[in-house]
């Protein structure tokens, strides 16, 4: 049995803003606040406040609320292949035959003491994974008072913060593509989990009433197997749900009724999107494909927006780029400066408490502030804060605004980013 390799995630956290709520942190942009106690490097034993070895395995990242730490695993005796590194081209993988426990755990965020752990369910898993998946590649999610853990294949779990099991959602099976498993994480809006199972089956987008874990609505997908978490993009128009898909990125209202789609992805669809500057970010790029395209969006679609030969930008496309996107990771977007650039004459507010910093310093936020991560917004009304909230916030800093942002799109200049899973 392998144990799951976590105390080199969980050491960022203890240098980091406390709340991390749902995969890629608030708003889901993969971005915390600036700090300068955050480590630059580490290893297991340098810049590591505390580790804790968990059973099993998982891929599923670690979330944060409050003084604890949550996080999933499975643990079989059942010998666990060592994932290895490059490309896997192998045939389709056995399913196991030996029983697993599908855990929850709760981790002191001080101590790196394991508080509580909790059996969500127990058996032989009804389908096989891919070689460097897990069957807890799902990341949770919370709205400060509840964990939803989430594992394809078997269902939806709602635990209070003590892990006891309020609800659970069971789901049918069903294959994927060549046997690699799920990998798709919930994301929660107001009083609502979503979840998209795109499958070899019958592929779907859900809505779960929170409380209580019944269907509100379904709808299904024409697509075959992705590995995408959605992403509810709050913009100045209206809130959507955002579906990456190998056949079609789509957009759907919070009925469930889609509002637009887009064409042109690679042929494995992993990174999630996100929001930058008031524009929405979508990108894939499996590596043995040449589209591999990145495109960013403009709020207010409708219909099939894809573009058509020849064309980098139409109404609603900004700018795209062909070969650009990364295979599984996915990418951040630098925030808008806090300073104008040199040219600009507009007018910057520095909050009294932050004067002395040197100008391009973006404001902290509290210790317990979970302040969206959604960067500097373009001179439009600025949309509601992205992501889940939680009972364990407290307003967020004042962010400046250059009236000469966003800048222009991209020209063949355009640089590198760092990338994070």
């Not at 389709?92 to 059996?119: C, L, N, Q």
């Not at 994974?129 to 807890?136: D, Q």
Request: hydrophobic share 35%.
């Amino acid at each position: 049995m392998h144990n799951r390799i976590v105390p080199l995630i969980l050491a960022l956290f203890l240098f980091a803003t406390p709340e991390w709520p749902q995969f890629r942190g608030p708003g889901s942009t993969g971005i915390t606040a600036d700090d300068p106690s955050l480590p630059t490097t580490w290893s297991p034993t340098k810049n590591v406040a505390w580790a804790t070895t968990i059973p099993g395995t998982g891929w599923s990242s670690p979330i944060v609320s409050g003084n604890l730490v949550f996080l999933t695993s499975v643990v079989t005796a059942e010998p666990v292949k060592a994932p290895k590194a490059g490309l896997y081209l192998g045939p389709k993988p056995p399913a196991p035959t030996a029983e697993h426990r599908w855990m929850a755990y709760a981790v002191d965020f001080a101590s790196g003491k394991i508080v509580w752990e909790k059996e969500l369910h127990r058996g032989v898993p009804p389908q096989s994974r891919h070689e460097k998946n897990t069957f807890a590649a799902e990341t949770p999610v919370t709205d400060g008072d509840h964990i939803y853990a989430y594992f394809g294949n078997v269902g939806l779990f709602c635990l209070d913060r003590a892990g006891k099991v309020l609800w659970k959602q069971s789901f049918v099976p069903v294959p994927t593509r060549l046997g690699w498993g799920t990998a798709a994480s919930p994301v929660l809006h107001q009083d609502r989990v979503y979840i998209v199972n795109d499958n070899d089956a019958k592929s779907y987008l859900v809505a779960l009433d929170k409380k209580t874990g019944q269907q509100i609505w379904k709808t299904d997908r024409d697509e075959e197997s992705n590995w995408a978490t959605p992403y509810i993009w709050q913009n100045a128009q209206r809130t959507e749900i955002i579906t990456p898909g190998t056949k079609k990125v789509r957009s759907y209202d919070l009925d469930g009724k889609l509002l637009w789609e887009l064409g042109g992805m690679s042929s494995i669809a992993i990174p999630s999107p996100f929001t930058a500057h008031g524009m929405l970010y979508i990108t894939s790029g499996y590596v043995g494909d040449q589209t591999r395209p990145y495109f960013v969006l403009k709020p207010g679609a409708k219909g099939d927006i894809s573009l058509k030969p020849g064309q980098t930008s139409n109404a609603f496309i900004a700018w795209h780029l062909p070969q650009a996107g990364p295979h599984n990771p996915s990418p951040p977007v630098k925030p808008a400066p806090t300073t104008p650039p040199p040219s600009s004459t507009a007018k910057i507010s520095i909050p009294s408490s932050t004067a002395a910093s040197s100008p391009s310093t973006t404001p902290k936020p509290a210790p317990n502030s979970t302040a969206s991560s959604a960067s500097t917004p373009p001179p439009e009304p600025s949309p509601p804060p992205l992501g889940p909230t939680t009972t364990k916030s407290s307003p967020p800093p004042k962010t400046v605004t250059p009236t000469s942002w966003p800048p222009a799109p991209p020209s063949s200049s355009w640089p590198k980013t760092r990338s994070t899973r």
